[in-house]
Every structure is written in C-alpha cells, then in structure tokens.
C-alpha cells in the first residue's frame, strides 16, 4: 500500500504564499509521478501539477502557472507545491497522487482557505 500524507494547508489572505508538503511512505517517489489535484466545494476534483519520475519535468494547469512549482526531494522522499499570489479561487481541499500498476493512491488532503 503506498501512502501519502499532505501537510501545510491553512487560512491566508489573497496576494500570500503557502507550501503544501506530501511526504510518502513505503515507495520512492523518484520511481513515480506524483501528482497534485485540488477539489473545491461542489466541484469536481481536478489536476493542479505532477512531476515526472525520469527527468523531472512538470505540468501546471493553466489557472496556476506562473504562480505555483512543484518539486522533489528524494532524500526526504518527498514532494512539494509552492503557491504564491494566492487567490480566493485556489481555495480548496489540495491532495497528493500517485499511481502504481493500474491503482490510483491518495493522502488525506489538506485545506487552503484563500480569504480576506
């Protein structure tokens, strides 16, 4: 069973920074990619960020680029998402992926609140 664990959400106001961390258990998520989804109230889940396992290349969806990069730290064998410019509509409850031989794993979420 592979296992994730999301941690760094919060209550900040619009135009702050928050640091989401993801942090995996029984795999190496340098043999994976991992992926960040969020989902916000009454709507679908949906894909914010993923890195690849073999050269480390990213994706963002288009709504975040330029304000959040993910990255990796396999000595840690963890992931990361840095949000900067927050906005209101990034609210929402953010998870960590993985997906390993037909099976899609995922951590608890955590929240990020975006609010004045």
């Known amino acids: 069973q592979l296992q994730l664990v999301e941690s760094g959400g919060g209550l900040v106001q619009p135009g702050e920074s928050l640091r989401l961390s993801c942090i995996a258990s029984?795999?190496?998520?340098?043999?994976?990619?991992i992926s960040w989804f969020r989902q916000a109230p009454g709507k679908e889940r949906e894909v914010v960020s993923c890195?690849?396992?073999?050269?480390?290349?990213?994706y963002y969806a288009d709504s975040v680029k330029g304000r959040f990069t993910i990255s990796r730290d396999n000595a840690k064998n963890a992931v990361y998402l840095q949000m900067n410019s927050l906005k209101p509509e990034d609210t929402a409850v953010y998870y960590c992926?993985?997906?390993?031989?037909?099976?899609?794993?995922w951590g608890q979420g955590t929240q990020v609140t975006i609010s004045s």
């Open positions: 992926n993985v997906r390993s031989r037909g099976l899609s794993y």
């Open positions: 890195i690849s396992s073999s050269d480390g290349s990213t």
């Open positions: 029984d795999f190496t998520v340098a043999w994976y990619i």
